[in-house]
């Protein structure tokens, strides 16, 4: 069991912030704010300090904003990794292999896209909802392959003329 430990200023600042400004009360004060910035137009005779007003605020609220959305995003990131490496890890028919993809770069996580979009198509060819399919079930079936091709005596003839050309 993970141990609670007492989270800090920050985290439990932007933990409230989150919730607040994602409330329905945070977007009907902002809407408000907008109105009475809006009603308050011929007063200040629509001024360039009137719009400058509503410039500087939105900009700063925005800007604040981004951080909490990206920290809040992380931590949701971070926590749906960890259940689903767990899935993972609890499946006996799921590869290990699987978790921590994150850490893999566009052009393999491409790749392995491409895998799986295969993997689907057989899946599709089967016509078998129950017929399952992983990497490491491919990198069996190729195993075997590549074993049975290494019996045939064609290949030992090709692999001792490579040995003797270098």
């Given at each position: 069991m993970?141990?609670?430990?007492?989270?800090?200023l920050f985290e439990r600042f932007a933990n409230w912030a989150t919730v607040a400004t994602?409330?329905?009360?945070?977007?009907?004060?902002?809407?408000?704010?907008?109105?009475?910035?809006?009603?308050?137009g011929p007063i200040f005779k629509y001024s360039d300090t009137w719009q400058l007003v509503i410039n500087t605020g939105t900009t700063i609220v925005t800007f604040l904003m981004?951080?909490?959305?990206?920290?809040?995003q992380n931590k949701d990131?971070?926590?749906?990794?960890?259940k689903l490496n767990e899935i993972l890890a609890s499946h006996q028919g799921a590869s290990n292999r699987m978790v921590n993809l994150e850490d893999l770069s566009e052009l393999e996580?491409?790749?392995?896209?491409?895998?799986y979009v295969q993997l689907s198509d057989l899946a599709e060819e089967e016509d078998d909802l129950t017929c399952t399919h992983?990497?490491?079930?491919?990198?069996?079936n190729h195993r075997q392959k590549l074993?049975?091709?290494?019996?045939?005596?064609?290949?030992?003839?090709?692999?001792?003329?490579?040995?003797?050309?270098?």
């Open positions: 993970v141990k609670k430990k007492r989270k800090n994602g409330s329905s009360a945070a977007f009907i004060t902002a809407i408000i704010v907008i109105i009475v910035w809006a009603v308050s981004v951080f909490l959305i990206q920290k809040s990131s971070k926590a749906i990794h960890l996580l491409d790749r392995l896209h491409k895998f992983s990497i490491d079930a491919a990198e069996e074993s049975s091709y290494r019996a045939k005596p064609h290949y030992a003839n090709a692999r001792a003329k490579k040995d003797t050309s270098k």
